[in-house]
């Protein structure tokens, strides 16, 4: 995990946790928005599980750690990516699973979710919605005044997915 501010949201500011879900790399970025709606991140990291351990323990990893994260940065909103491929349904049906884990994981903490399509998180970033990987990266390091891409891949994505969501105009605590 990198961690960029360690400090505690004051009442003018909204904290976003962004997850790009996965069974063996969930991608997680938070950041803040305060009241002007200018945007920081926070932290951003993978929260990976090995292949060749069984689902369910893997299901339960993710679980503890995204619970973890949740209990240390208290995000108002959780943006979560949909689930948009359909090229290999078993692989489409073990990251549903890993959805299911962080949705579940979000209710168990009281946490608002929003989800996104691909689409929608590369407009938000880029305001161009077949915008490539390279491009929704860079925009992220722009949007965020980081000094270099995020890594991995996953942490950058579900980072772009915090923003898009902190673009909501409802972020709401209603659970």
């Given at each position: 995990?990198?961690?960029?501010?360690?400090?505690?949201?004051?009442?003018?500011?909204?904290?976003?946790?962004g997850?790009?879900?996965?069974?063996?790399?969930?991608?997680f970025?938070?950041i803040?928005?305060?009241?002007?709606?200018?945007?920081?991140?926070l932290?951003?990291?993978?929260?990976?599980?090995?292949?060749?351990?069984?689902?369910?323990?893997?299901l339960?990893?993710?679980?503890?750690?995204?619970d973890?994260?949740?209990?240390?940065?208290?995000?108002?909103?959780?943006?979560?990516?949909?689930?948009?491929?359909?090229?290999?349904?078993?692989t489409?049906?073990?990251?549903?699973?890993?959805?299911?884990?962080?949705?579940?994981t979000?209710?168990?903490?009281?946490?608002?979710?929003?989800?996104?399509?691909?689409?929608?998180?590369?407009?938000?970033?880029?305001?161009?919605?077949?915008?490539?990987?390279?491009?929704?990266?860079?925009m992220v390091?722009?949007?965020?005044n980081?000094?270099?891409?995020?890594?991995?891949?996953d942490?950058?994505?579900?980072?772009?997915?915090?923003?898009?969501?902190?673009?909501?105009?409802?972020?709401?605590?209603?659970?």
């Open positions: 995990m990198y961690k960029l501010n360690s400090k505690t949201k004051n009442q003018e500011s909204r904290i976003i946790l997850i790009d879900p996965g069974i063996a790399d969930t991608g970025g938070v803040q928005k305060n009241r002007q709606d200018n945007l920081k991140c932290a951003y990291g993978s929260i990976k599980t090995k292949a060749g351990i069984k689902l369910e323990r893997r339960e990893l993710l679980h503890l750690e995204l973890e994260i949740i209990k240390k940065y208290k995000p108002d909103l959780i943006s979560v990516e949909e689930l948009f491929f359909c090229n290999n349904i078993k489409a049906l073990v990251v549903g699973q890993a959805r299911g884990v962080v949705m579940l979000a209710q168990l903490n009281k946490i608002q979710i929003i989800e996104f399509t691909p689409l929608q998180i590369k407009q938000a970033v880029s305001s161009y919605g077949k915008a490539n990987k390279k491009q929704v990266q860079q390091k722009l949007i965020l980081l000094e270099t891409i995020p890594k991995p891949d942490a950058a994505d579900a980072l772009a997915a915090a923003i898009c969501g902190s673009n909501n105009g409802h972020i709401i605590k209603n659970n």
